[in-house]
């Protein structure tokens, strides 16, 4: 697996939920409050797994029903409710350590940065400007703002097109195994983050070219004078 890149990446594309923002823990503890309330209760582990994956989908599957039952609805709503809540009222404090100082730091050498995320695209955007680092991004791309989501292409493949560079100048950056497959289905350089959902080992077998283990070690390889996109 390669350690490093070749040239400097043209632009750099962000999950947002595990990879900027520190959320699964609130997500999964959210979601099975939600599930109980409506008589479901299912293993922590069966939650965190959907972590990162859209809430509809998420819902019918936890919830054993359809995707257009009322239950799901109810659930969606509710969910959206408290959680907006929540960032609403922790702020920056989600960030995860290192975030800000790296995203200026990219920021300053001219890299333009995107969000490609499973959140629909009014949540992502509110998430982004109640942690306070809305205005690093010049293009957000959520869930339904393409046809398919991850791990299709389509996300990263927005965000590269609004940010008008080459799939194959473009370094995506995620931490679960959907982040990773949606990029390299986009022919994108794909890092994986080992402080979200998925382990090293998950990220690793979904194909990521690099793995880090914090903030400061993301940006120090994305300034790295190496950059080549994945075969």
Known sequence: MP??????????????DGTLADTPNAIATITAAILEEMGCTRDEAEIR???GKPLERN????????????????????YKKRFGAYVRETGPKLL????????????????????ATSKVQLAAE???AATGIAAFFTTVAGHDSVANGKPAPDLALRVAGMLGVSTSLCATVGDAVGDIQMGRAAGMYNIGVTYGVASA???????????????????????AAEFAPAD
């Open 3 to 16: 350690t490093g890149l070749s040239r400097p990446p043209k632009a750099i594309i962000f999950d947002l």
């Open 49 to 51: 797994a959907t972590v």
């Open 59 to 78: 819902f019918a599957q936890l919830l054993d029903v359809p995707a257009g039952h009322a239950d799901v609805s109810t659930a969606v709503t509710m």
């Open 96 to 115: 995860y350590p290192g975030v800000i100082a790296g995203l200026e730091s990219l920021r300053d050498k001219g890299i333009p940065l995107g969000v």
């Open 126 to 128: 509110r998430t982004l």
């Open 201 to 223: 080992d998950e990220l690793t077998a979904a194909g990521a070219d690099a793995l880090v283990d914090d903030f400061a070690e993301l940006v120090k390889l994305l300034s």
